[in-house]
């Protein structure tokens, strides 16, 4: 069981919190293990759009694979706002010293710069306060135009929406990217890509969509990419014709079924081979009977 906790402060935005903490809460009730905890200084919390939030005072016990997230607030200003008791913002920290991970949405990044948590580490905030993030914390890297930044545990985003984007990585780095796209497709969203880091999963790239048969046969794809899938089968599992299917998937992904496959599969082996493996052994992983297919599809893709 993960623990994910989120750190209330005074006039936070909605978003902020509910944007994560649904596809927390979603992982969940797909099986996967989530816990979903509020804190604060206070039990009464306002927000930015003018309702207030109950939350526990009392921190529960952490371990290292739980999750503190600090939602934004509205901050015109980060030197003026988000005030935090060294306190709380120890608690933050100690949490990361144990092992453990910590994020941010929009202004939180103060509260993890203020927790000493920035210094020496990339980071990212909303576009109107990125500048004054950069000369609070000036041993920071302030990234721009990025959804969110990864840097040893630490993870901050953009604001807003791109709180979605954050925990959707996060569950994908933790149950894969098959997990994250099924909870993005339950919340209606596009499973986005970060500016930061390579973020080349097709699983992800290529949902952003709302066509349910070919969200079937993506599905069966991700689930069997190393077999042979013959097109007929697909067609029957996603209840079309295979002309129809081909139609809707090149429309919906801009591939075909086969095309989509390969994708996964040299994506696979890309990862196996960073790990060590040849590329012979790692074309056989994935599925290919020998390394020519996949070094015929590494050169078309480079």
Same mark, same amino acid.
């Given at each position: ?8 402060? *005074? ?11 649904? #596809? ?6 797909? !099986?996967?293990? %989530?816990?979903?905890? %509020? ?5 009464? #919390? ?5 309702? @207030? ?7 529960? $016990? ?8 600090? *939602? !934004?607030?509205?901050? *015109?200003?980060? $030197? =003026?706002?988000? /005030? ?8 933050? @920290? ?29 980071? =990212? ?6 500048? &004054?993030?950069?000369?609070?914390? *000036? ?8 959804? %969110?930044? #990864? ?45 930061? /880091? ?38 029957? @599992?996603? !209840? ?22 390969? &994708?996964? $599969?040299? /994506? ?9 493996? =040849?590329? /012979? ?22």
């Amino acid at each position: 069981m993960t623990r994910v906790v989120f750190l209330l402060v *005074p006039q936070l935005h909605l978003l902020d919190l509910a944007g994560p903490a649904q #596809v927390f809460s979603t992982a969940a009730d797909h !099986g996967l293990g %989530y816990e979903i905890g %509020y804190v604060a200084e206070q039990e009464d #919390v306002p927000t930015a759009q003018g309702i @207030a939030l109950r939350a526990a005072t009392a921190w529960p $016990r952490l371990s290292a694979g739980d999750l503190v997230v600090v *939602p !934004g607030w509205r901050a *015109p200003t980060l $030197r =003026t706002h988000g /005030e935090l008791s060294a306190t709380t913002l120890g608690r933050l @920290a100690a949490h990361h010293a144990a092992g453990g991970t910590v994020a941010s949405v929009c202004a939180g990044a103060d509260a993890l710069g203020r927790a000493g948590l920035l210094d020496g580490r990339r980071c =990212t905030t909303h576009h109107d306060v990125q500048d &004054e993030l950069a000369r609070r914390y *000036p041993r920071a890297s302030v990234l721009r135009d990025v959804l %969110y930044v #990864v840097d040893d545990r630490v993870i901050t985003s953009a604001g807003i929406a791109s709180g979605i984007d954050l925990a959707l990585h996060l569950v994908a780095v933790r149950h894969g990217p098959a997990a994250a796209a099924r909870i993005a497709r339950d919340m209606v969203v596009y499973a986005r890509r970060n500016g930061d /880091e390579r973020q080349t999963s097709a699983m992800l790239r290529h949902r952003a969509h709302l066509v349910d048969a070919v969200h079937r046969v993506q599905d069966l794809i991700d689930a069997r990419f190393t077999t042979r899938l013959s097109l007929t089968d697909l067609a029957t @599992a996603s !209840g079309v014709s295979e002309r129809t299917l081909t139609r809707h998937f090149a429309e919906a992904t801009g591939l075909t079924p086969l095309r989509y496959q390969q &994708e996964l $599969r040299v /994506e696979r082996a890309e990862h196996l081979i960073a790990h060590g493996a =040849t590329t /012979e052994t790692a074309a056989r992983a994935v599925g290919f009977q020998d390394a020519r297919m996949l070094r015929r599809l590494r050169a078309r893709a480079s």
